[in-house]
Structures are given as C-alpha cells and as structure tokens.
C-alpha cells in the first residue's frame, strides 16, 4: 500500500537548477537570483528555526545544514509535539520517531519542496507561469529580495519566494493557490549562516538503537518509453507529461508501479498496484478518491483491477483529472 506522506518531509529545501528561459532584463535578473539561490542551499553551512504552516497545523523546527568537502548534511528537529527528527545527506533520508520507536531509511528525494526545474523543460514555462519581482520585503531581520511564480492556469500552484539578499538563502516561501491564497507557507524566524559551524552539528541526534527499520527495496529503474508502455494518461493538463518511471518490489513480492510527471516546475506521483479486492469490496488501506494534507492532494481508485494513487503538491482537480484520465492500453500502448 501507498504510504502516508511524512509530515516533515517535502517542505523544506528548494532545489533549483539554474533555467535558460527565454527572458527579458527583468526576468533575467530573476533568474540570477535564482541561480544564487540554489548555489546558497548546496554550499553554504546555516543554522536556524523556522515554521511551516499547513492547513490548520503549525510546526517549529530546527535546522542545521553543514558542508564538509563535498559531503553535504541536514538535520530537521521538530521543536513541538512529538519528537521527530529527519536527517539528509547526499544519498539518503532518515526520518526518526521515538514516540513509535521507528526509522525510516530510503533514498534521497531528486527534490524537496518546490520542484526542481527539469533539464531541457526551462524553456518552456513560461507557458504555464509567470515570474516576476516584487518590492523587497524583511524576513527574520534580514532584507529580502521577493520573487513570483504565478501560475496560468488552474492546474497548478503558484510561489512567493523571499531570498535573503546577502547569502540568496529563501526565507520565506508561501505556496499559494491558483487564486493567490497562501495553503501553505515556511518561514524561518532565526538564521545564521557559520562557514566553521562543525561537520558534527548535523549529525543525528536521537538514538534509535532497538528502534524497528525499515528499508525500501532497491526499485528495478527502467527508462520511459511511451509507446511501449501499457498505462496510457489520456487527459494530462498542458504541459504535465511523464518523465520518470520505476518499479519497486514490495515486502509481500507484488510490484509497485511508480510514474512522475511534470511540467517542468511542479510534479506529480502515480502509484500503481494490484488491488487486494474485487471494486465492490475495496480494502479499507487504498485510498477512494480525495485525500488531502496542508498543499499536497491525492487521488485514488481502482482500476482494471489495479489500485491507482495520485499525489503531489497541486490543486485537488489536477490529481483528480490525472487519476481518472488514465486507461489500461494494450501493448502498442493504446486505450
């Protein structure tokens, strides 16, 4: 079955490439700050608090990033209701609870947060996005430089992001709906950014000896081939197309389907596996229809026989409309 989605993870790095959009001065400009963005988040060594707002949940947490040589590290402390801990290096993520004694060891996410621009997909987004600057805001006592990412279409959410000035680190970013409404929001209240801050600082802190672990399968990885492929997604929104495809094997031997679209900015997971029962007695763990936590939204029901589960950070519509345009085609990849 599709896991629950972690409530720490997902929502506190912005891994950005730098994109060569085709640009005016003004949107050049953007994109520079961009690029120092991203630049700042890899190789500078901070410690801070900050919130995350979502829905009607309020979380404190501390972070603290370090870089030694070329290994990178990041440890995320909840600081009010019970106890977590997610630690980050450059290949995995540990996510830690004491209250269940459970860890949790898997690859590291290609991307946290806001969605990494794909390779050769910059181009594009100005198709579905608008990006401009606004007036310079104050974050955590530091002057910021605020950008916006609106979307141009209902399918997808929109990005305030405030960059503080002197490093590029984002302060602040709001995920705002296609209407403008913040649905979720971060916001560091304290940030110092310590080029000596130790190695060790990142490190984890709770132990979790005699805590149970678990760790995933190695997916079996296979390129896309679109033709070929006998799950067809007949009514994507402009711009969404598949662009990684995956097959993990679960504990009880089944396989998990795994797909992920995108338009270049935002991305969304498809999960697909056999279903346990027959569509008049649907097992009670598989998602039927809507689900949602803070930003992110799921979608899930069966079909052909197959349990399919849609989540990612868009509006409700758009995992609706992706769940329900998919069709079981034959081996040519026709419906």
Not at 112 to 138: C, M, Q, T
Not at 240 to 253: L, M, N, T
Request: charged content about 20%; glycine content about 8%.
């Amino acid at each position: 079955m599709v896991g629950a989605v972690p409530l720490l993870v997902g929502v506190l790095l912005f891994w950005m490439a730098t994109p060569q959009l085709r640009a005016d001065e003004g949107s050049q400009q953007i994109l520079q700050w961009m690029g120092k963005m991203g630049h700042a988040i890899r190789a500078l060594s901070y410690e801070g608090t900050l919130v995350y707002l979502h829905g009607n949940q309020l979380e404190a947490m501390q972070v603290v990033h370090t870089i030694a040589g070329n290994q990178e590290r990041e440890r995320l402390s909840s600081l009010n209701g019970d106890p977590r801990e997610v630690v980050l290096d450059s290949n995995s993520i540990t996510c830690v609870s004491p209250h269940s004694r459970f860890v949790s060891v898997d690859k590291r996410p290609a991307h946290l947060g806001i969605p990494s621009l794909l390779p050769g997909r910059a181009d594009e987004l100005g198709h579905y996005y608008e990006f401009r600057a606004e007036a310079d805001g104050r974050v955590a006592d530091r002057p910021t430089k605020v950008i916006s990412i609106a979307p141009r279409d209902p399918f997808r959410y929109g990005y305030r992001i405030q960059l503080d000035k002197e490093s590029g680190l984002p302060l602040k970013t709001d995920t705002l709906t296609p209407d403008g409404t913040p649905i979720a929001q971060i916001m560091y209240t304290h940030l110092q950014i310590d080029p000596s801050l130790a190695h060790s600082a990142s490190a984890p802190r709770i132990n979790a000896e005699g805590f149970t672990e678990r760790r995933p399968p190695v997916p079996t990885i296979r390129p896309m081939q679109h033709g070929a492929d006998r799950w067809v997604f007949a009514d994507l929104p402009a711009g969404f197309r598949p662009s990684i495809h995956d097959v993990r094997e679960q504990a009880d031997g089944s396989a998990l389907e795994h797909f992920v679209l995108s338009d270049g900015l935002a991305s969304i997971s498809v999960y697909i596996e056999d279903a346990d029962e027959p569509e008049e007695a649907k097992d009670d763990h598989d998602l039927q229809g809507p689900a949602a936590i803070g930003a992110v939204n799921a979608f899930g029901h069966q079909l052909s026989g197959h349990q399919v589960t849609v989540v990612g950070e868009v509006p409700a519509a758009t995992v609706q409309r992706v769940a329900e345009g998919m069709r079981l085609g034959n081996e040519k990849g026709q419906p």
